[in-house]
């Protein structure tokens, strides 16, 4: 029997990833944010024995403590843990526009600090699972290598301020057996700009697909420092 949990799965590439996983076998932990947001609702009637919903805001620290403890009395261990709960926040075209820092302060806290606050929240479940994985679904927009945009200041530095967290908390991790892999899930589909993006060329199914087959599928190479790699196993820059 395999563990895991999920963030973000009131729609999405969470909601797809708890889907998948629910159909490897893996027992889930869904968290979603939104309770009136009824998707993964579905998703654990038509998997009653493998999907769990929880509610769980990333930005909040009671409520991570609230799930860690919810989770701790349902699941004995967790072996995969995907962080993919995030934000997009201001798309800002370049610094000369007016610059928003109380909402990029809000973007830190979800997607970088959010992150971390699960992880660690969870870090006891994790090292009684088999696999101890973290997988962050991060951005290409958080590469610093790779870096063309102008603006989208919010965002860029929250994904590339994930991507540090991850690998500070792989150097603990792969100590004990673990690992941490920090994603790009692809340019999906999803409503994460406040209506769905038509333009981008992949499913949420298609990224979860893409995620899982890479992580689970593929033999990695376990290397002292993390794995950042979109969702066709592609390396990207730091
Ligand atoms: N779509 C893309 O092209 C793309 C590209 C690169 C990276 N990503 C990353 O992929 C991940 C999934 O995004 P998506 O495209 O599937 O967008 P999405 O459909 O908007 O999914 C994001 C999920 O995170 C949840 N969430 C937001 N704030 C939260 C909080 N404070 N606590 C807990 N959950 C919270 C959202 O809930 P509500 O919507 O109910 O608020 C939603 O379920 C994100 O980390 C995103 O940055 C996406």
New binding site residues.
């Given amino acids: 029997m395999r563990y895991a949990l999920v963030?973000?799965?009131?729609?999405?590439?969470?909601?797809?990833l708890a889907r998948c996983l629910a159909e490897r076998n893996y027992t889930v932990a869904a968290?979603?944010?939104?309770e009136e947001?009824r998707q993964i609702d579905k998703l654990a009637e038509e998997y009653p024995d493998r999907v769990r919903v929880f509610t769980?805001?990333?930005?909040?620290d009671a409520?991570v403590r609230e799930m860690r403890d919810a989770v701790g009395c349902a699941f004995p261990s967790l072996d995969l843990l995907i962080?993919?709960?995030?934000?997009?926040g201001d798309m800002e075209p370049g610094p000369e526009e007016p610059l928003d820092y109380d909402l990029m302060l809000r973007v830190m806290?979800?997607?970088a600090l959010?992150a971390l606050r699960v992880t660690s929240a969870l870090l006891p479940l994790l090292r009684k699972g088999q696999d101890k994985t973290v997988v962050n679904?991060?951005?290409?927009?958080g590469s610093i290598g790779d870096c063309e945009r102008t603006g989208w200041f919010g965002?860029c530095m929250s994904?590339a301020a994930?991507n540090m967290q991850g690998a500070l908390l792989h150097n603990t991790l792969r100590r004990e057996g673990g690992r941490v892999i920090q994603m790009?899930?692809?340019?999906?589909?999803?409503?994460?700009?406040g209506h769905l993006?038509t333009t981008?060329p992949?499913t949420?199914d298609a990224?979860a697909r893409g995620i899982l087959n890479v992580v689970l599928d593929q033999p990695l190479p376990l290397r002292d420092r993390p794995l950042f790699l979109d969702f066709r196993g592609k390396e990207l820059p730091w």
């Fill in positions: 963030t973000g799965c009131d729609h999405g590439v969470g909601l797809s968290c979603r944010l939104n947001e769980l805001n990333i930005a909040d409520s962080n993919c709960a995030g934000v997009l806290n979800v997607n959010g679904i991060s951005s290409e927009a965002y994904k994930n790009h899930p692809g340019h999906v589909a999803t409503y994460m700009r993006d981008a992949n949420p990224s």
